[in-house]
């Protein structure tokens, strides 16, 4: 199978990085004029690689569109503005007035999912297909603490929409929030470690939170498994993959 | 009577960030733009910008997350350009296959969402946190998450269709 890896180098081949020239800057700074370089090509090029785990999926994947409609009485202007571009497929940067918001919100059916400690889970339709997710976390101070909209989800190919956070290095990413949503057929998400799979957190009303028993070192990245045990996806956040 | 604050950002604050950063802005705007040359010219004058408006740095984020939204402006004003044959591009003369299996992956690389194609690009060249690259694109982690995890998906559905 070919690797992304080799792909993201060979992008990249080429690229000057050894052309630096702070003088250059300075000039154009006072100059304040554009001016192309004529500097020839370097070979040489950071090596990255992206491993993504080839995993097959099977099972009952379900509609996951259930929940309570929300009324657009819940919804701040704000909210309306982002949720209404994003389900339109439009970028929430562009203005739209308070009417047309309005209009998209409404077409798009908002559903809360689940509710878990304070947050709201919430899905939309998205135009064209697919859905939009959004999770709203108590005391916020923007309209949605994530959201995002996916043509593939939920389906075999995408059973989990993963918004888990992430920090440290790529080299050693720790997890700070696992949470996300995922199809019926999906019953628990879990860490991967280098020791296994650790804080196995149940899938409920198509969505896995878990802030607290997190594994301290760095992970590999999430998988999830349905209600036979069975890996239906894998997330890796390292490079060179998760492994088998 | 308005006075304006000074900044606190000094020429040599942004010198620092360029001496030690240069390559992976070069690499990942080589990759946004598919032009090593363009790149290096995008770079170079996202710096020179930054260094001229050093004043209007606000302080309310990093130093180089503020010069990382100033570079990829400049690409995308570039790319915009570009767009409407103001500025010549990459014309892959001669370069790639369309048939072979990268060609193909790299095809849908350069096709995913833009968010999520330089989610991966910060994320891999430039080695950047979820927090990071949330600055950056000025959206929060969850959404870096998310971003990132569905263009794993998609680029993994676009590796096992092209398996040799």
């Known amino acids: 199978m070919s690797e992304l890896g080799p792909v993201l180098n060979e992008l990249v081949s080429g690229a000057p990085v050894d052309q630096a020239s702070w003088q250059d800057v300075v000039a154009r700074a006072r100059h304040a004029k554009r001016r192309r370089l004529g500097l ?31 009324s657009t009485d819940q919804l701040s202007s704000e909210q309306m503005h982002v949720l209404g571009a994003m389900a339109s497929g439009v970028s929430p940067r562009l203005p739209a007035s308070a009417q047309e918001s309005l209009a998209r919100v409404r077409a798009s059916d908002l559903r809360r999912i689940a509710a878990r400690d304070g947050s709201s889970y919430y899905v939309a339709h998205r135009h064209g297909g697919g859905l ?35 920090g440290g290095s790529l080299d050693a990413p720790v997890i700070r929030r696992l949470e996300g949503f995922a199809a019926d057929g999906v019953a628990k998400v879990a860490v991967l470690t280098a020791g296994g799979s650790e804080a196995e957190t149940l899938v409920q009303d198509n969505v896995y939170v878990r802030t607290e028993g997190l594994p301290k070192e760095s992970v590999l990245g999430i998988i999830a498994r349905d209600a036979e045990g069975t890996a239906v996806y894998k997330f890796c956040v390292v490079r060179g993959g998760c492994g088998n | 009577m308005t006075v304006a604050r000074k ?40 710096f020179s910008r930054a260094l001229r408006r050093r004043r209007t740095f606000r302080g309310d984020g990093s130093l180089e997350g ?78 870096v998450a998310a971003a990132l995890n569905a ?14």
């Open chain 1, 40 to 70: 020839a090509a370097a070979g040489a090029a950071a090596v990255v690689a992206l491993a993504i785990p080839a995993l097959g999926i099977g099972g009952r994947l379900t509609d996951l569109f259930t929940g309570e409609p929300v």
């Open chain 1, 132 to 166: 939009c997710v959004m999770i709203s976390h108590p005391g916020d101070q923007h309209p949605f603490s994530s959201y995002f909209c996916s043509p593939d989800f939920p389906s075999p190919k995408q059973p989990v929409l993963d918004e888990s956070v992430f």
């Open chain 2, 7 to 46: 900044s606190s950002v000094q020429p040599a604050d942004i010198e620092a960030i360029y001496r030690d950063r240069f390559p992976v802005f070069v690499l990942s705007i080589t990759a946004v733009l598919n032009d090593g040359q363009e790149a290096l010219d995008v770079v170079q004058e996202g």
């Open chain 2, 66 to 143: 503020w010069i990382w939204r100033i570079v990829l402006n400049v690409a995308a004003d570039r790319g915009r350009a570009r767009a409407k044959g103001l500025v010549p591009g990459d014309d892959g003369c001669g370069h790639h296959d369309p048939e072979a299996p990268d060609e193909a992956i790299r095809s849908h690389l350069r096709a995913l969402p833009e968010r999520q194609r330089l989610a991966v690009f910060l994320r891999y060249y430039a080695d950047l946190s979820y927090d990071q690259i949330a600055e950056v694109l000025e959206v929060r982690s969850g959404t």
């Open chain 2, 151 to 164: 263009a794993h998906t998609t680029l993994r559905n676009d590796l096992e269709g092209v398996a040799m």
